[in-house]
């Protein structure tokens, strides 16, 4: 993390995303479902970035000797919190291919092998971007460190309920903030807000193929 900060010329976007579509959504899939297949919220944010990062390759590789080498595939690190302290963000491999049960699934094997020691070394390895989320720990909005050599994390942080305009009335919604720390050497603002409303529209589309 101290190379990341050294090195790096990190820049900061967020974005606010009405999720109450995807909640509902979530709602109704999840009715008859055992609580063991139950698809969570993190299986969402990680599927919209995994589809986000192949429509904007930028956002999506290694930076390497000031060069940047766009990733031939999608394989998103998912950070997850080590018992007894410290962080780790295996790879789900080509996430933006594999459907959403797939992905929950493998979201929940890797938190459990991440915490058990058995996790294997090309998984901590081989991520092409980070996905990091702090919702469960009741924070709004994160700004990530980038792992090196990748180019940048996209944090998601707690659903909260707040007024929001929706045809011309004001209603109360479920908003998530999301946000991007990317790699100026590679991106650039405007890049990096089209790369984020891309992973918003993601979201709010969880029925979309």
């Known amino acids: 993390m101290a190379r990341s900060k050294r090195e790096i010329p990190h820049y900061y976007l967020e974005h606010q995303v009405d999720v109450t579509a995807c909640e509902q959504w979530l709602a109704r899939t999840n009715?008859?479902?055992?609580?063991?297949?139950?698809?969570?919220i993190g299986a969402l944010?990680?599927?919209?970035?995994?589809l986000a990062a192949r429509r904007f390759p930028a956002f999506n590789g290694f930076c390497r000797d000031g060069k940047f080498e766009p990733a031939a595939a999608v394989?998103?690190?998912?950070?997850?919190?080590?018992?007894?302290?410290?962080?780790?963000?295996?790879?789900l491999h080509h996430?933006?291919?594999?459907?959403?049960?797939?992905?929950?699934?493998?979201?929940?094997?890797?938190?459990?092998?991440?915490r058990?020691?058995?996790?294997?070394?090309?998984e901590i390895s081989d991520p092409t971007i980070t996905v990091s989320s702090l919702g469960e720990r009741g924070v709004e909005a994160l700004y990530g460190i980038i792992y090196p050599p990748q180019v940048a994390i996209v944090g998601f942080g707690k659903v909260v309920t707040r007024p929001w305009v929706v045809d011309g009335a004001i209603g109360p919604r479920s908003v998530v903030t999301i946000t991007?720390?990317?790699?100026?050497?590679?991106?650039?603002g405007h890049a990096g807000a089209l790369f984020l409303a891309e992973i918003g529209k993601q979201l709010q589309e969880p029925d979309k193929p």
């Open 75 to 91: 394989h998103v690190g998912v950070a997850i919190a080590i018992r007894g302290g410290g962080l780790a963000a295996p790879a």
């Open 116 to 122: 058990s020691g058995r996790i294997r070394s090309s």
């Open 31 to 40: 009715a008859t479902r055992a609580p063991d297949n139950r698809l969570l």
């Open 45 to 50: 944010a990680i599927r919209s970035v995994a």
């Open 180 to 188: 991007l720390s990317a790699d100026h050497r590679v991106s650039d």
């Open 95 to 114: 996430a933006d291919q594999l459907p959403l049960d797939q992905l929950m699934t493998g979201m929940r094997d890797l938190v459990q092998r991440m």
